[in-house]
């Protein structure tokens, strides 16, 4: 039995993808918003215990990773010429600040960017989730 279906009626699903997206940065359940999707820095939990979630359909691979790196790389860059281009600062502190700045942004926003991929494809239906939110926004119009 689908837990999901068990808990459709007591659960304030998202309205839109980015309100589900949003939960998921936020490391909270992509559907209910209440419980925390991860039980340790980027381990998803298996069932959400608000609503019953089965969680572990999810397949995030490596996009977080390459969002967090693409993310981090567009905010590195002014700093990094910033840096550079100080007449003051010697190169061996500039680049440790860059080195620093770039571990501290990639690792910060891995488990955002999971949230995020996790949330994604619970509301487009991938990987097995069942795409709940069409039933619900389809009996509301």
């Known amino acids: 039995m689908n837990h999901a279906s068990a808990f459709a009626r007591a659960v304030d699903l998202p309205q839109t993808m980015p309100a589900a997206l949003l939960r998921g940065v936020k490391g909270k359940c992509p559907r209910c918003g209440e419980a925390k999707l991860f039980r340790a820095y980027l381990k998803p939990i298996d069932a959400c215990p608000a609503c ?15 969002i967090s790196i693409l993310v981090s790389g567009h905010l590195m860059a002014p700093v990094i010429v910033g840096l550079v281009l100080a007449p003051a600062l010697p190169a061996w502190l500039a680049g440790a600040i860059i080195v620093a700045f770039a571990l501290v942004l990639t690792v910060g926003l891995l488990q955002p960017a999971k949230g995020a991929v996790i949330a994604g494809q619970w509301w ?10 069409l039933k619900t926004s389809v009996s509301q119009t």
Not at 124 to 133: I, S, V
């Open 124 to 133: 487009l239906g991938m990987h097995g989730f069942k795409p709940d939110r």
């Open 52 to 66: 019953g979630q089965d969680w572990t359909p999810q397949c995030a691979d490596d996009f977080p990773a390459y």
